[in-house]
């Protein structure tokens, strides 16, 4: 590769971050305009037109505010584990099958894999380097909740990898020409769908920040900028979740205005169940994921090894 190439890939990576930025600026926008119908209120209406420069204007607010450092707390820990985190959340995005020079490569289920289960560190590191009773906890549920609903997920993966025979997302699209997934894998695209919720800690599982009973779990003692990035991680993990439903169960990636229609509709869902349900018990969360969804996600994969096999 000469310096050219290397040099696209570069702008084409700057302009992805941007892109993912941007999507995330929107989506709390569209999250909060949502939340407000099914409360029968506004949403933001008053920066700009119709509100939309409101998440512009709080990036601005968070960003500028002081941050302030716990006297106790491990100083270096607690102030890179919410950019670690952030990091994370934006290096997924290179496995997306894009149509132009960008880092695509045939391990990409792996490659997600393995970002994701490293996003619990940065959780846990949080937690613990705040040095506060209740960030410790907040982040021990977290953590516990991410683990055990990550199980299922590469269960659920591995049942869609079974039946295109690759790790490359590409495939996706190439195997669902006449058939969406969603048809053949509908009870497992649900599960896929309450375990993404899960795994990106929100509402009726947002246990890692659980109001009510915890202040505000991990990220307890951050602000500012700590506490922005730690949201537009959650935000920019939404996101990709909801494009991955669309390219495992709804068609594959394709650069058609209809596909991004479908990823907002997945996002819209996520915003959805926040306004709509009440948050589970912790007991009954883990007795979902190892009691319920482990031994179906199971009996699934074998089912779709035996389809495979015939």
Known sequence: M?????MMIFIGMILLILGVLIGVAFLTLLER??????????GPNKVGIMGILQPFAEAVKLFTKENIYPNVSNYMSYMYSPIISFF?????WVI????????FFSLGILFFLCCTSMGV???MIAGWSSNSNYALLGSLRAVAQAISYEVSMILIMLSSILMILDFNLIKFYEFQNYLWFIFMMFPLSLIWFSSSLA??????????????????????????????????????????????????YLGGY??????????????YM???????????????????????????????????????ML
């Open 254 to 267: 394709n650069l058609s205005l209809f596909f991004y229609f479908k990823m907002i509709f997945i996002s």
């Open 2 to 6: 000469n310096l050219y190439e290397y």
């Open 88 to 92: 994370f959340s934006l290096l997924i």
């Open 199 to 248: 795994e990106t800690n929100r509402t009726p599982f947002d246990f890692a920040e659980g109001e009510s009973e915890l202040v505000s779990g991990f990220n307890v003692e951050y602000s500012g900028g700590g506490f922005a990035l730690i949201f537009m991680a959650e935000y920019s993990s939404i996101l990709f979740m909801s494009l991955l439903f669309s390219i495992m």
């Open 121 to 123: 560190y940065s959780t």
């Open 33 to 42: 305009k949502v939340l407000g119908y099914i409360q029968i209120r506004k």
């Open 96 to 103: 997306i099958p894009y149509n132009m020079n960008l880092f």
């Open 270 to 308: 996520f915003v959805w169940v926040r306004g709509t349900l009440p948050r589970f018990r912790y007991d009954k969360l883990m007795y979902l994921a190892w009691k319920i969804y482990l031994p179906l996600s199971l009996n699934f994969l074998f089912f779709f090894l035996g389809v495979i």
